[in-house]
């Protein structure tokens, strides 16, 4: 049972983290695998509640669940724990709009633990990391070896924050066809999943979105 709500709970942070969050699946989770002794499924319960907190406004809440599974990580020695509790920790610094704390956590953890998945993600979001701080070069390859990553694992979800990320930065280079072409394609992407925009790439998006329909004509935009 905890692991079943466990999973349920995983969903609705990816599926539902745009609609008021419903924390009673992971933190059920939680509960019951305190009771059995399951300390994994506790820990990773806690990390994906700190990725709630953290696209729900509440950063302090969600650094207290990220400590907990970075505890539990160092406790047993768990990698794929480790690489979660950074990825925590670094959503929690985005949403403190620290974007240089971000990076320090993430980009330690782009490699580590045995989930192809979690290693794109969390190099995903060193990419935005990077280029939040300006550092497009840096970004662009980190989000060239994502999407890479996403390929292989068959993760098409996935390949559209690379895409995305990289409509950004043509957008800043003036290339606003090729923007626009990345920007939709992104688009595409995550209606056909369903999977929404996660928050912390809304203003870069917006700012791309400004700058395009500044300097393509209504038709060209469309």
């Known amino acids: 049972m905890a692991r079943a709500l466990l999973t349920l709970g995983v969903m609705q942070v990816y599926l539902q983290f745009d609609r008021p969050w419903m924390p009673h699946a992971l933190a059920e989770a939680a509960r019951i695998a305190a009771e059995h002794g399951d300390w ?121 924050g690379s895409i995305e990320g990289c409509g950004y930065l043509a957008s800043r280079a003036g290339e606003w066809r090729t923007a626009a072409r990345l920007l939709a394609a992104a688009q595409v992407i995550r209606e056909r999943a369903h999977f929404p925009l996660f928050k912390f790439w809304l203003p870069h998006r917006d700012a791309a979105m400004h700058a395009l329909r500044s300097h393509l004509s209504p038709a060209d935009f469309e």
């Not at 207290?64 to 690489?83: C, K, M, P």
């Not at 620290?98 to 490699?111: F, G």
């Not at 633990?113 to 935005?128: A, E, I, R, S």
């Open 40 to 160: 994994w499924t506790e820990a990773y319960a806690f990390g994906y509640s700190a990725l709630a907190c953290a696209l729900d406004a509440r950063a302090d809440e969600g650094e207290q669940y990220a400590q907990r599974t970075r505890a539990a990580a160092e406790r047993h020695h768990d990698d794929l724990l480790s690489g979660l509790a950074a990825l925590a920790h670094g959503w929690v610094w985005l949403a403190r709009g620290q974007p240089e704390r971000a990076l320090a956590e993430l980009a330690p953890a782009r490699d580590i633990g045995c989930d192809p998945h979690q290693q794109h993600f969390v190099g995903t979001y060193v990419g935005l990391s990077q280029f939040v701080l300006g550092r497009h070069s840096q970004a662009a390859n980190q989000w060239l070896s994502s999407l890479n990553l996403s390929i292989s694992v068959g993760n098409v979800r996935g390949m559209a």
